[in-house]
């Protein structure tokens, strides 16, 4: 059975006007959107309207995939999963019970579920596009050059970049256990389940361990090669008016609809 990469490159080469924008000007922008999703009062369903129609148009203007864009939001589920007790925890107006558990569900409980699945979906549509139309070294740029601490970009420029590398040291780990898991008519590879469990403990501290080491091995190569912390990049991109002007205007807008939302 082919394996594939469990991690992949979220950025997808483009030429929209969404592509082009400064990524120092998109992502303060995007971290905005969020804010106002999330302070935005629960069952306001005429903000929450008002806070889409952004997102829509930029996704229009990004010419990305809607499909594709609604299966990377699908990570915004477990969210919801989390938020059902509410709905019978809450009190307010009954709506139904469950007579095996002796739970009843309330209508406000409902509405605030309702409200966290639709924040939580605008907010990771909104880091979706930001993710897919900006490179990452873009990204760490911006968060540098808007005042972000240096050890904090570097962190997440190292966990980003060696994801993937963390990931294919995964993968040759399963192969390796697929290759020596025979399976015998009408059985299935690998035993039973306490062995699968001891072989997955195994697989674990493997790669804790072959981690561990090739930290140690970058760590000093970057030393060799002069490394003080400070992350660098090849190009900075000079500010321009109509990047900046748009994403003022996006969170001059952002704050009026909070303001309708809430006065």
Known sequence: MAVGVPFGERYLAG????????????LPAALAYIFAVTLTPAGHW????????????????????????????????????????????KEGEALFSVPLFGWTASQQGLEAVLSILAKSWLSVVAAVILTATTPAAELLGAMRALGLPRLLVATVSFMYRYLFVIGEEALRLIRA?????????????????????????????????????R?????????????????????????????????????????????????
């Not at 008016?241 to 994403?247: I, L, Q, R, S, T």
């Open 46 to 89: 005429a903000a929450l309207g008002l806070l889409a129609l952004p997102l829509v148009a930029a996704l229009a203007a990004s010419r990305l995939s809607p499909l594709l864009v609604a299966r990377r939001s699908a990570l915004a589920l477990p969210f919801v999963l989390a938020a059902v007790p509410l709905m019978f925890t």
């Open 215 to 263: 930290s140690e091995r970058v760590y000093a190569a970057m030393q060799a090669r002069g490394y003080d912390g400070e992350p660098r990049f090849l190009q900075v991109r000079a500010w321009r008016a109509a990047h900046v002007v748009v994403a003022a205007a996006l969170v001059v807008y952002l704050a009026g609809v909070e303001l309708y939302a809430r006065y």
């Open 177 to 213: 256990r697929d290759s020596r898991s025979a399976r015998l008519a009408g059985q299935q590879a690998g035993g039973r389940l306490d062995w699968r469990a001891k072989v997955l403990g195994h697989m674990v501290g493997s790669l804790f361990l072959r981690t561990y080491e």
């Open 15 to 26: 030429s929209s006007a969404i592509h082009a924008m400064d990524a120092r000007a998109k």
